[in-house]
């Protein structure tokens, strides 16, 4: 949970299940602070039906700002450093509840991570913030943030998994139980992606 289950006061009248999983989730979260799940999760999945129009407005974005050649391969350049130079990268708006989430999920899986903030919010980047988040589009095959790189390989953002499938997310890869083992890095990347390929 994100939050405390908002209908359980409404329980004698709708009853524990419905009061505890409004949407029909998979599991009632127990109403206990689960971080990766909660109101967010829905409305993770529902943003990700808006990808095609955002990886055209990151594009659009980035051009109308008049980012450059030069911009594109500078944003190129950093994102490889950084995701390179750290064990574990997170790519975050200040402003998004996905971005706050994702790092609670890292802090409470006590990850040393390096939180690359790229603006406020995407309306309100400049042009070589704009660059960046299109060339983490370029990287990552998805225009939202977050996004989280763990050594140096991409595993998707908050609810959104890579796009060949190979990681579920930051909540996907909790809910597994492999996030501990990939920021612990008691796992090869190759085992690790066998294992959550075949489960």
């Known amino acids: 949970e994100t939050m405390p289950r908002p209908l359980t006061f409404l329980s004698e ?4 299940e419905a009061a505890r999983n409004p949407l029909g989730l998979p599991d009632d979260g127990g109403g206990d602070l689960v971080r990766g799940r909660g109101v967010l999760k829905p409305a993770g999945k529902l943003m990700g039906l808006l ?3 955002f990886r055209l407005e990151t594009r659009l974005q980035a051009a109308v700002l008049g980012a450059t050649e030069s911009d594109y391969d500078e944003a190129r350049r950093d994102i490889e450093e950084t995701t ?14 996905f971005s706050s989430e994702a790092l609670a999920v890292l802090d409470e899986a006590g990850a040393d ?7 406020l919010e995407w309306f309100l980047l400049g042009r070589e913030r704009s660059a960046l988040r299109a060339q983490l589009l370029e990287v990552t095959g998805q225009s939202s943030l977050p996004q989280v790189f763990i ?7 908050l609810f959104t998994g890579t796009p060949d499938g190979r990681y579920p997310g930051l909540a996907g890869l909790k809910e597994s139980g492999k996030l501990m ?11 690790a992606t066998e294992s959550l390929v075949s489960n």
């Open 13 to 16: 009248y709708i009853g524990e």
């Open 51 to 53: 990808s095609v129009p």
């Open 84 to 97: 390179a130079g750290n064990r574990v990268v997170v790519y975050t708006y200040r402003l998004s509840p």
């Open 113 to 119: 991570y390096e939180n690359v903030e790229v603006g």
């Open 151 to 157: 050594d140096g390989e991409h595993v998707g953002g």
């Open 181 to 191: 083992e990939l920021v612990e890095g008691k796992r090869s990347t190759s085992s």
